[in-house]
């Protein structure tokens, strides 16, 4: 990811690292890293794992998030019929898209990295009792 802090010219905010829409674009590359859906498999996959709230998109608006992947080299489309016989699209990640996807989870791990360490200062700095990762933050 870069260090940009917001002052990406248009190009390359076009092809950011950082996902539009919050997570879902990284979501979307991740998921189809594994194999090609349709957009309504994506939704049902992302609330399944519990990436995204139940109920967060309505079918159109992850069709909008799709298709500007889809111009912007990250994904491809096709149409397949599905059993019922009605014709879907069906996305799957490019190579451009993959490489995207890699640089995001490199930041990832080096933010972790990060907030590994500073973790381990506030262990050694402020001792017991430490906030339960598992509550909610302040």
């Known amino acids: 990811m870069c260090d940009c802090h917001g002052g990406c010219h248009e190009a390359h905010r076009r092809h950011h690292p950082l996902p539009e829409r919050g997570w879902v674009q990284f979501l979307l590359l ?23 709230l139940e109920g967060r998109f309505r079918t159109g608006s992850i069709y909008t998030i799709l298709n500007r992947m889809e111009e912007n080299g990250l994904l491809r489309s096709s149409h397949e019929e599905s059993d019922a016989g009605r014709t879907r699209r069906i996305y799957e990640i490019t190579d451009e898209g993959r490489g995207h996807l890699k640089t995001g989870l490199e930041y990832m791990l080096r933010r972790k990295r990060f907030l590994d360490q500073m973790e381990e200062y506030y262990g050694r700095h402020f001792p017991e009792p430490q906030p339960d990762g598992d509550k909610d933050d302040v």
Do not use: D, F, K, W
């Not at 996959?45 to 995204?52: A, D, N, T």
């Open 30 to 52: 991740l998921l189809l890293n594994e194999e090609p859906m349709h957009g309504y498999q994506l939704i049902s996959e992302m609330e399944e794992r519990g990436l995204v």
